[in-house]
């Protein structure tokens, strides 16, 4: 379980952008090797758009927990692993035809994005990563 975190930056994040909170979610999800999603007895909550359903993921359990009113109230943050994300999670979405809502805020902002370019944008960030640490 991920610690908690600061009132403080969970207010700062929240007001950021859609492309910014996604910046935020990369950065994080390369950090801490692990992403959020929300689950009740029916399952993972998905979010419904013009395009089609997307399958919601936070950085952190605080920012999914922050989530958890209205339609959402019964749900629970669940950890999944970023080996889990990409080996069974990304697979699995695109089986289905669906995509990725990165971040959702309470107000129902969420930055909607392909499975395999979020994929993309993980093995970019890592790659830069390993490239700084040597």
């Known amino acids: 379980m991920s610690e908690p975190l600061h009132p ?3 207010e700062a994040v929240l007001g950021l952008s859609g492309q910014e909170r996604y910046g935020y979610f990369i950065e994080r999800v390369v950090e801490r090797e692990e992403v ?3 689950q009740n007895e029916e399952g993972w909550v998905l979010i419904s758009f013009p395009e089609g359903d997307a399958f919601c993921l936070w950085p952190h ?10 339609d959402w109230s019964d749900c629970a ?3 999944i ?3 889990e994300l990409i080996g069974e999670l990304v697979p699995a979405l695109q089986r289905d035809n669906l995509r ?6 309470p107000a ?8 395999r370019d979020l994929q993309e944008h993980l ?3 890592f790659a830069q990563l390993r490239s700084h640490d040597q």
């Open 61 to 70: 359990a605080d920012y999914a927990r922050a989530c958890t009113r209205g």
């Open 108 to 115: 129902g902002e969420a930055m909607v994005v392909d499975s």
């Open 36 to 38: 959020w999603g929300l």
């Open 77 to 79: 943050p669940e950890g």
């Open 81 to 83: 692993s970023l080996d």
């Open 100 to 105: 990725l809502a990165i971040f959702p805020t």
């Open 123 to 125: 093995e970019s960030a």
């Open 8 to 10: 403080k930056e969970m």
